[in-house]
């Protein structure tokens, strides 16, 4: 059964930075279209930048020009850079994913990434 893996969360002091990874596991399915959302405790999803198999990518306001999102279509993953991190980007971070495989496209969610920033 295929499943998605987050990885790269942690504790970081504000300004500090940390990197995402989003990647399939098992199955032989190709990681496509990607949204990384992020819930902090008491506050809704919110959806934090995409990525499109073209590398097309968006960004919420909140932290446009500190993070980034690509893909390496080699490894099959999909980063989330994340930079000059503040104390409001703590959050458990999730990773949503179109994989395919043929004809087939199957949404998946990671089990989500706990990043705390904090001094």
């Known amino acids: 059964q295929v499943q998605l893996v987050e990885s790269g969360g942690g504790l970081v002091q504000p300004g500090g930075s940390l990197r995402l990874s989003c990647a399939p596991s098992?199955?032989?399915?190709?990681?496509?279209?990607v949204k990384w959302y992020r819930q902090a405790p008491g506050k809704q999803l919110e959806l934090v930048a995409t990525i499109t198999s073209d590398a097309s990518t968006n960004y919420a306001y909140s932290v446009k020009g500190r993070f980034t999102i690509s893909r390496d279509s080699a490894k099959n993953t999909v980063y989330l850079q994340m930079n000059n991190l503040k104390v409001e980007d703590t959050a458990v971070y999730y990773c949503d994913a179109e994989l395919e495989r043929g004809p087939f496209t199957i949404p998946t969610r990671g089990q989500g990434t706990q990043v705390t920033v904090s001094s």
């Open positions: 098992g199955g032989g399915f190709t990681i496509n279209h």
